[in-house]
């Protein structure tokens, strides 16, 4: 009789504590978007005017437990041929293999290795992220400022169907590169086109829960 | 007064109207300081995720190569009305 009670609970037990790890797990959030938002800019100055440029063609995954962020890892893909200014024989002459060659290097990836210098700013969590980044077939390992903003439960919002369950991962980012670092055009036209390249991520990943 | 010849006259007016079409062009897309941009960028903001993006469309913004292009044709066409001018003046004595 005694077995026959506690059985029940016990289960309970057990699935709680299941339900628990599994909430505790890392995810993993998917950053194809659909919607066209996650988007990357990018600025160069010049002497006649700012070079700045958009792309959208961002994917990848990033692994993210909201209780232990700091195990946070992942990888974001950006097509190179999606980068577009506003002039299309500037954007000729930066897809062509004077500059970023995307024939041949069709993607620019950057893998997170480690986390470091963690804090809450507000509704963020704000890290210095250490990865690999592939530019150009060149790689080179930088640290930069990232904002994490956990949204739980706003996947279904985000696609218009509130059937839909899952969360939502805000990535933002600023920093700056040196083009020379990542042999673009190294050494050359620095009369013409700035050294430092300025780039800025803005991308959400979803994670669906069944 | 003076005769203009028809040739000497028309290249005349085509440096002014070369001119004119390159300002004007440039004045009325909105007299950008930087290169020519065949389409726009207007930023929205995304509700759910705060993500504020950009949404590039087809659009015509001269730059300023376009009134220097004008410039530059309209300085050809009247180095060539006085070239014409005094040929002609040559052969008419």
Same mark, same amino acid.
């Given at each position: 009789m005694k077995s026959t009670l506690l059985s029940?609970?016990?289960?309970?037990?057990?699935?709680?504590?299941?339900a628990l790890v599994v909430q505790a797990a890392p995810q993993s959030f998917d950053f194809k978007d659909p919607k066209g938002v996650n988007n990357a800019q990018f600025k160069l100055d010049a002497p006649l005017e700012s070079i700045t440029g958009t792309a959208t063609g961002i994917s990848g995954t990033v692994h993210f437990d909201p209780a232990d962020p700091a195990a946070t890892s992942g990888r974001i893909?950006?097509?190179?041929?999606? @980068?577009? %200014?506003?002039n299309p024989m500037m954007s000729d002459h930066l897809r062509s293999d004077q500059w970023l060659d995307v024939a041949t290097h069709p993607t620019i990836t950057f893998e997170a290795v480690s986390l470091d210098n963690l804090r809450r700013q507000g509704a963020q969590l704000v890290a210095d992220v250490t990865g690999k980044l592939t530019v150009k077939g060149v790689t080179k390992e930088i640290t930069v400022p990232v904002s994490f903003t956990y949204l739980a439960d706003k996947l279904g919002a985000r696609?218009?169907?509130?059937?839909?369950?899952?969360? @939502?991962? %805000?990535?933002?980012?600023?920093?700056?590169?040196?083009?020379?670092?990542?042999?673009?055009?190294a050494g050359q036209m620095t009369d013409k086109v700035a050294e430092t390249i300025r780039l800025s991520l803005s991308i959400a990943g979803a994670a669906p829960r069944t | 007064?003076?005769?203009?010849?028809?040739?000497?006259?028309?290249?005349?007016?085509?440096?002014?109207?070369?001119?004119?079409?390159?300002?004007?062009?440039?004045?009325?897309?909105?007299?950008?300081?930087?290169?020519?941009q065949t389409s726009t960028v207007r930023t929205e903001r995304d509700e759910i995720t705060g993500i504020e993006y950009p949404v590039r469309s087809s659009g015509f913004v001269a730059g300023i190569e376009v009134p220097l292009a004008g410039t530059a044709g309209?300085?050809?066409?009247?180095?060539?009305?006085?070239?014409?001018?005094?040929?002609?003046?040559r052969g008419s004595v």
């Open positions: 029940p609970v016990r289960i309970a037990a057990a699935l709680s504590a299941f893909t950006l097509e190179a041929a999606s @980068l577009t %200014v506003g696609v218009n169907n509130p059937k839909v369950k899952g969360d @939502l991962l %805000v990535l933002r980012t600023d920093f700056e590169i040196n083009r020379s670092d990542f042999g673009i055009k | 007064m003076k005769s203009v010849f028809p040739l000497t006259r028309t290249l005349r007016l085509g440096a002014v109207a070369f001119f004119v079409a390159g300002l004007a062009l440039w004045i009325f897309s909105g007299a950008r300081i930087g290169w020519t309209a300085l050809a066409l009247g180095g060539l009305s006085l070239l014409t001018q005094r040929r002609t003046a």
